[in-house]
Nanobody, 123 residues
Framework: QVQLAESGGGSVQAGDSLTLSCAAT???????MAWFRQAAGKERIFVGG????????NYADSLAGRFEISRDNNKETLVLQMNNLKPEGPAVYYC?????????????????WGQGTQVTVPS
């Protein structure tokens, strides 16, 4: 099973951009990867995902083109570029992996999860 580790979180102002990374190690199997977001006291929701061969990516409708997901299979890294961040307070962003070919918006479809990285955009 692949191990995932997120990095790049921090506190930024509304309208700023931030880039998160997820490093994948420990598996020779190609994984479809995704990002999820969880605010305090709320459920974990799908941000977007990209298939193991780079097809897609697809995003949650609410992001309205502000986020971009990419992956570098040689470096085993998944990247989330977030632009024009909204003042939504703190949230933890999680990287997830599944061994199927296409992303899923459901948390239960992913077996591998990172520990998360917190992003705070003060409201």
């Amino acid at each position: 099973q692949v191990q995932l580790a997120e990095s790049g979180g921090g506190s930024v102002q509304a309208g700023d951009s931030l880039t998160l990374s997820c490093a994948a190690t420990g598996s020779n199997v190609r994984y479809t990867m995704a990002w999820f977001r969880q605010a305090a006291g709320k459920e974990r929701i799908f941000v977007g995902g990209i298939s193991w061969d780079g097809n897609g990516p697809n995003y949650a409708d609410s992001l309205a083109g502000r986020f971009e997901i990419s992956r570098d299979n040689n470096k085993e890294t998944l990247v989330l570029q977030m632009n024009n961040l909204k003042p939504e307070g703190p949230a933890v962003y999680y990287c997830a992996g599944r061994s199927r070919r296409t992303p899923s918006p459901q948390t239960y479809d992913y077996r591998s999860w990172g520990q998360g990285t917190q992003v705070t955009v003060p409201s």
